[in-house]
């Protein structure tokens, strides 16, 4: 089954002319991989000065990022119900290195989870653990090395802040991702979400894991989480976002690298991962979370292949805020559940975030990317509308 995604979506066609010049600007910057390097290395030291704060939120943050508020996504939430398309609300802090900016991540996903209960169109709200939990915490236990007492304490204390999440998207009637990070940390993130899925999932599809399929092991977890688990499993599919910093780690610390070798065993990878989750719906719950048009065209053959219907609430597909809007738009207008994850936060708070954005669509300069033609396609046509005009 196919649909056309090379229609410029309506989110392009409502681009005032500046906007939209902003954001041709960022899709040819981001072209440039020696700038994201730079911007990597530099931004979290040179916020304070005078006007690379206007700047960035002028330009990638606007782009990519909701606001810093909850407030500052209704607008975007409303409009994208006018498409009916849904919305994810991420509180996009993470790597909160002190019990404080732990606590106020804390207090802002749960109020995300209340805001989601008051939105038709918000159907999840996700956590980052790194946001609530700290790193080497999660590396330990990972590693399974024995805590000392206090690490003990800070991971019951962990604990019970995910639980408490968890619980409230339960009762608010909401569902919750437990996004993934990398591999070195994963082990804690994934036994945590399972706790979490066991406990909620008994009835309903409540806590959803992540599973990032650029890792070698990937197809063998799922596998092992439908074979294995006594409740229902609920997975969002994602590619994968720390392509470089796990291949720096591997080569660093001289072990073979978890992620496949080539963009073709990933996307195979992935496809298989649709496959399998399709053939055991009923027991497991999806989110398609992915950009890449190929794997969306084969999961609506599937869906059609295993009776599920376009608007189903145990299939969905995602795109992030800010990227591939031709294929959400195309997705919602043939009736499919589709959602936009929409980050908001401070901007030092998402910097972490945005140039992991960044990083995914650099290296376009040999073939440019779909996101800049369908931008410059629309500019070219106001172009053109406007010599007529004259």
């Known amino acids: 089954m196919s649909i056309d995604f090379s229609h410029i979506p309506s989110s392009i066609k409502e ?58 996504t209704k607008k975007i939430i409303q409009n994208l119900a006018a498409h009916n398309v849904n919305a994810i609300s991420d509180y996009s802090a993470e790597q909160s290195g002190t019990k404080e900016k732990q606590e106020e991540t804390r207090k802002n996903i749960l109020q995300s989870i209340k805001f989601a209960a008051q939105q038709k169109n918000v159907p999840f709200a996700c956590v980052k653990i790194t946001g609530i939990c700290a790193r080497p915490l999660l590396e330990k236990i990972s590693k399974q090395e024995p805590l000392t007492g206090s690490e003990q304490e800070a991971r019951k204390e962990f604990d019970g802040h995910l639980d408490a999440l968890c619980r409230a998207a339960a009762e608010q009637g909401k569902k919750i991702f437990i996004d993934t990070e990398e591999t070195w940390i994963n082990p804690a993130i994934n036994e945590a979400a399972e706790r979490m899925m066991a406990k909620y999932n008994r009835e309903k599809h409540v806590v959803y894991t992540t599973i990032q399929f650029y890792t070698t092991g990937s197809l063998a977890y799922l596998q092992h989480l439908i074979d294995t688990a006594p409740y229902k499993v609920a997975l969002k599919l994602v590619r994968g976002a720390y392509h470089e910093q796990e291949n720096e780690r591997a080569i660093k610390m001289g072990y073979p690298s978890p992620i496949l070798p080539n963009k073709e065993a990933v996307d195979r990878n992935y496809n298989e991962g649709l496959r399998v989750c399709i053939k055991n719906l009923g027991k497991v719950s999806f989110c398609a979370a992915t950009h890449n048009a190929g794997s969306i065209e084969l999961l609506m053959q599937l869906m059609k292949d295993y009776g599920v219907e376009a608007n189903s609430d145990i299939v969905s597909f995602s795109q992030l805020y800010g990227m591939r809007d031709n294929l959400t738009y195309e997705l919602a207008g043939n009736g499919y559940n589709v959602s936009k994850y929409i980050p908001y936060g401070p901007l030092k708070e998402t910097l972490p975030y945005l140039i992991r954005r960044a990083q995914e669509n650099a290296g376009i300069s040999e073939q440019m990317g779909d996101e800049l033609q369908l931008l410059l396609r629309e500019k070219q046509a106001r172009v053109s509308s406007n010599s007529k005009c004259n």
């Open 15 to 72: 681009k005032s002319n500046s906007e939209l010049t902003t954001s041709i600007f960022i899709f040819k910057a981001v072209r440039y991989k020696w700038l994201i390097c730079f911007g990597q290395a530099a931004l979290p030291y040179v916020l304070w000065v005078p006007g690379i704060k206007f700047f960035l939120r002028k330009t990638v943050f606007n782009h990519f990022c909701g606001g810093e508020t909850l407030d500052d």
